[in-house]
C-alpha cells in the first residue's frame, strides 16, 4: 500500500508541471480533431510508447479552455500502486484539484491491474475520463470486456512526414525552388530518423532508439506477460524491424531461435500489442487466407537505423512503402477502412495496399520508390490493373518519386502521385 501522503507528493508534483505548460509551440497532431470531451465515452488514447500520447492530451484538454485533474501512473513512486489504492488515489485528486473536478486525464493507467472498474465507476459518476496507454491490450482486453460501447478510442503514432516538417520549420506549401528542395531534403533526414518526436531534438539517436526499444520489451512485454526468455523475445523484435515489408516465416525463425512456433506467434503477439510493429494480412474472402502470409512493419521507420548492430536494409522502396503503410495506419482508422495486401499466388507481383470498405476494395495502392524505368513502371502498374479487375475497384494509386501525374494503362487510369505530395496530401 501506498501512503496518501506520498500520492499527494506525486500528483502536486505533476499538477504543477501540467500548469506550466505553454501548448502555443507543440505540433498540431490530425488525432486531435477525434477526441469527444463532452460525450459521455472515455477517450482511449493508445501507442506506441514516446509517440506523444500525453502530449496531444494535455494539447487537446488546454486548448479547450478544460479544467482538468492529472494523474500519471508512469512515475516510479507509483509503481507499486494496486486497485485498492485507486480510492485513495481519487480523494487526493479531490484535495488538489476540488471535489467539483469534472475531467480527468490517467495517464498510462494499464500499470494496474484492475484500473478499468475504476474508470467504470467514474464513468458511472459522470466524470469525464481521458486514459493513455501503450499496449493494445488496453483495448482488446480490459476495455472490449469492462467498457463496451463506452470508450473513444483514438490511436496515435509517432509524427507524420507532415507533423515532422511543421516540428523543424519546413514550409510545406511553397512552390519556389528553394522550399522544394527543402521539403526534399527533410524527406531524406524522416526516412532515417522517422518521427519519435523526442528523437528530433536530440543528438544520441541511437541511444535513445534502443533505451526506447528495450522500454517497451520489459515494461510492455516482459513485465506485464511474465516473459521467461528474454533474449529471444529481444532477437525477434530486432529481426522483425530488420525485415519491415516482408513476410513473416515463422518455422524458419523458430527453427533459427531453437523455439517452437507456438512461441514465435505469441512473441510476435506481444510486440504488435506494444505497437513496436504492425502486421498487415493478405487479402481474401477466405478466413483461412488472411491469417496465414502476414507481412510485417515498423512502427515508426526511424527504429531500423537506431540499434546496435542494426543491419536494416537499405532498400528506400521498402522504407517508403513502411512509411506509406503508418501513414495509411493514420488515415483509415477514423474512417474504419481496412488495409491488406494483394497476392493472387506466390509468383505473382503482389500490390501492397488494398484499402476496403466492409468487403468491397475502394483503393488499390502501389509503392516503388524509382519508376524512370519503363519497365518499372509497366510491372507496376500491370499488377495495379489486374487486380483492379479481379477486385472490380478503379482508384488506383501508384506512390512514387516522380512528379504526379495520371497514367493510362490497358482500360484504367492510374493517379501517379509524388511521395512527397501524398504525405503532405497536396493535390
Known sequence: MITERIILQVLAEQRDEKNSYDTTTWVARREESLFELN?????????????GKSTLCHKVLIENGINYAYANFDDDRLASLDVED????????????????????LDEVQNVEGWHM????????????????????LLSGELATHLTG?????????????????????????????AVAERQQAFAQYMIDGGFPELQSLHN??????????????????YRYQVRNIDVLRKVAHHLISTSCQTINYGE?????????????????????????????????????RIHNEKTYSVDIGIQNNRENSMAAEDLGWRLENIVFIELMR??????????????????????????NQNKAVELIQVA?????????????????????????????????????IVSSEDKSIHVYSALDWLLEIW
Open 253 to 289: 525463425l523458430a527453427l533459427l531461435l531453437d523455439v517452437t512456433d507456438k512461441t514465435v506467434k505469441k512473441y510476435v503477439g506481444f510486440l504488435q500489442q506494444a505497437f513496436l510493429i504492425q502486421l498487415l494480412t493478405k487479402h481474401s474472402f477466405k478466413s483461412k487466407q
Open 331 to 356: 488515415r483509415c482508422a477514423p474512417l474504419f477502412l481496412d488495409i491488406y495486401y494483394y497476392k493472387t499466388s506466390p509468383r505473382a507481383k503482389e500490390v501492397d495496399f488494398v484499402i476496403c
Open 86 to 105: 485507486l480510492n485513495t488515489l481519487l480523494s487526493c485528486i479531490y484535495q488538489i484539484y476540488g471535489a467539483d473536478i469534472q475531467y480527468l486525464f
Open 205 to 222: 539517436k541511437r541511444g535513445y532508439v534502443q533505451s526506447l526499444i528495450e522500454a517497451i520489451i520489459i515494461k510492455d512485454i516482459q
Open 39 to 51: 460525450s459521455s465515452l472515455a477517450q482511449i488514447v493508445i501507442g506506441v510508447r514516446r509517440s
Open 369 to 405: 520508390y524509382d519508376i524512370s524505368n519503363s519497365k518499372t513502371l509497366q510491372r507496376e502498374t500491370t499488377s495495379l490493373v489486374k487486380a483492379s479487375h479481379e477486385l472490380n475497384c478503379d482508384k488506383l494509386t501508384l506512390i512514387a518519386f516522380t512528379d504526379s501525374k
Open 150 to 178: 463506452r470508450y473513444n478510442e483514438i490511436h496515435l503514432f509517432p509524427f507524420s512526414f507532415s507533423e515532422y516538417c511543421h516540428f523543424h520549420h519546413i514550409d510545406t506549401k511553397g512552390i519556389t525552388t528553394k
Open 118 to 137: 475504476f474508470v467504470n465507476r467514474l464513468l458511472r459518476s459522470k466524470m469525464h475520463v481521458i486514459v493513455t496507454g501503450s499496449n493494445a491490450k
